[in-house]
T-cell receptor, first 116, second 111 residues
Framework: DTEVTQTPKHLVMGMTNKKSLKCEQH?????MYWYKQKAKKPPELMFV???????INESVPSRFSPECPNSSLLNLHLHALQPEDSALYLC???????????????FGPGTRLTVL | GQNIDQPTEMTATEGAIVQINCTYQ??????LFWYQQHAGEAPTFLSY????GLEEKGRFSSFLSRSKGYSYLLLKELQMKDSASYLC????????????FGKGTKLSVIP
């Protein structure tokens, strides 16, 4: 299984809603990532988990709350979002950092989020 | 700081060869990645260079010169399905998970 899966594929939510994005991989990767991508822009890193612990938080607002329940799952909890948070949210995974060659990040298909 | 530059758009003809350049100035360097992204889809990994030189993978090749802060992606025998954005990304440190992406080059392949 060389796939990263994400659900839902599309999500529309109001500014007062609470929702969660889910990501799953079964490649044995111990690093997992959340990226945000606006139209015609490159992906921007939000969070990195390494061995189920938060390793990097790129100064993301607290209305985004990541969670890594186990080595295969990564969630992103959303609360009180703003319309400007509308974007494609990409999950990725990779082997743990190191000097090896198999350190590419594998991306999921993304969740397209619209905040009304 | 991190700065990665690539052309915004390129157009090439089916069957031809196209070279997409990427220059970078980063605070550290531990490898350069090329990703392909079709509109509305996730990026997919194409290549990784950490040492100087050319890496070839089928119709795709990637070159790196660390002293010049320069890489290119070479696509041969272009096909219509190669129309996509091509993202150059730099990993800035040995222990770093962080990939800094360039803005991407939108390639249009025309008949």
């Amino acid at each position: 299984d060389t796939e990263v899966t994400q659900t839902p594929k599309h999500l529309v939510m109001g500014m007062t809603n609470k929702k969660s994005l889910k990501c799953e991989q079964h490649m044995g990767h111990r690093a997992m990532y959340w990226y945000k991508q606006k139209a015609k822009k490159p992906p921007e890193l939000m969070f990195v988990y390494s061995y189920e612990k938060l390793s990097i938080n790129e100064s993301v607002p607290s209305r985004f709350s990541p969670e890594c329940p186990n080595s295969s799952l990564l969630n992103l909890h959303l609360h009180a979002l703003q319309p400007e948070d509308s974007a494609l949210y990409l999950c990725a995974s990779s082997h743990h950092h190191g000097g090896g060659t198999n350190i590419e990040q594998f991306f999921g298909p993304g969740t397209r989020l619209t905040v009304l | 700081g991190q700065n990665i530059d690539q052309p915004t758009e390129m157009t090439a003809t089916e069957g031809a060869i196209v070279q997409i350049n990427c220059t970078y100035q980063t605070s550290g360097f531990n490898g350069l990645f090329w990703y392909q992204q079709h509109a509305g889809e996730a990026p997919t990994f194409l290549s990784y260079n950490v040492l100087d030189g050319l890496e070839e993978k089928g119709r795709f090749s990637s070159f790196l010169s660390r002293s010049k802060g320069y890489s290119y992606l070479l696509l041969k025998e272009l096909q219509m399905k190669d129309s996509a954005s091509y993202l150059c990304a730099v990993k800035s440190g040995a222990g770093s998970y962080q990939l800094t992406f360039g803005k991407g080059t939108k390639l249009s392949v025309i008949p």
